[in-house]
């Protein structure tokens, strides 16, 4: 089904796809066992919102139809004789509450998912893991990353916070957004959308190395520094074709930025299919995937309620975020 | 005569600059010199912890172990910062140190009860994130030394570094040993 075959009235049935789940072989087996044993059993109570969400949306948008219809016609005719004179554009205005109405029931049923399937998803973790749409991270501690852009503005969205071998991680979508002055306007622009990861380390960081986008010939030529930090110039071209290195401690950039870690870190950003740059600073290492896509996310409302993507595409995210711990070590602590 | 002496000035000022730039080059290769000594020193107060734990079961690498300790003291003893060949010979020290340690690291393998001392395991595993430290030392240390060298052997550097007795400095290279290619029938 699709959104035109639906608002013309298509049948609405419950779906139950075929098992969909993807995850290693070495680990399928205890997958799909977490699955049958905490997911599973919510899949039935919520096809049933979902068929009952669709219902009333298309409910909701009939109603509003014959609404507007209707109202249409009145302006028409008192339009006609002049009793009004008012620009037909205004008339449309009504049409903003009904579409919020119409959407009502589906932003209820994604909510619904997002407070009790999502939790249960990332149990699969660890049962320290949870899920939340309403804390964030600390801007401060964000800020002293030296990644931000400059802008007036954060709206924080889905966060996660767990342990994976004692090294917490901690998810966060961001949005970040500025005011720019464009022909007399005020437009508000957004300077970064994507995902911050912090993951902490039991190693001590002496130094603050940042890993940014190239900034081009020009600027590297002109100068050699980033916020107070000094150019790291490594020995593969590939790499410092795509990044800007800059760090308080050569030694320890080095140290960090191996072509194992280099690896992982390309791996995660095609992963959350987005461009990267990182920050080792105050004893974590924080990275910033710039991403248009939201995650965390139910896909379309027209997929029956399995959230077996769901499930199969948040696992091989965290994956790539575990590698990235063994890569570096961040779970050992040697006392150097 | 004015143009001259305007010429002049001009000829003077970007000697100057050279050699300010050469100074410079010198001092971060000093720094990261530094750094590489940083690592060998946290390298040799490990190093003695090992082989106290490694004495205990290893009685048939004596001669190994003496020729680490003597190796040990030659890299910690002092050297002279302005005299490359004194760099050189500490680095190669440094060198044969780690390619000994390795070579101990091998040894252990044939010592079961060694092999499973918590304590030598903890102590190789610090002894390997040390090695990766120096590792990085070098690239450091060997990328700074690159600068600096183009920088003395071109013309008119060349000039201007003979005069302010700036000299190339050494590579920290790897040991020969590590650095031949691996035969897999000496495993087999």
Redesign the interface.
Known sequence: MNIISFIFGAPIKAKRQPQRLQAASNELEQFKAHYAEHIEPLTRKFENHRIASLKALRQRIYTSFAMLLGLAFVVFLYSTRHYIDVPWLFFLLPALPLIWWCLRPIKRYKSDVKQQVFPKIFKYFGSDYIFSPTHHMSMSVLKRSKLLPHYDDAHFDDYVQGTHKGVEIVINELQLTKEVRRDKRTETETVFRGVMVQLSSHKGFKGHTVVVKNRGGLINFLSDSFKGLTRVKLEDPRFEKQFDVFSTDQIEARYLLTVGFMERLQALAAMFSGKIQCAFYEDKLLIMLASRDNRFELGSIFHGATFEYEFSQINREMKQLFAMIEVLKLDQDIGL | MQGLLLGLGIAVMIAYLWYVSLIKKRNVGRE?LS?IDV?LK?RANLIPNILKIAKKFMEHEKSLLTEITSLRTQVTAGYDLNDPQAIKDHLVAAEQLNSKMGQLMVNVENYPELKSDNTML?AM??YN??E??I???R??YN?AVSDLNTAVEIFPGSIIASMANVKVMPFYEADEASRAPVDAADFL
């Open positions: 990261a750094g690592q946290k903890h595993q610090t994130e040390v990766e430290h590792s990085a030392a690239r450091f990328a």
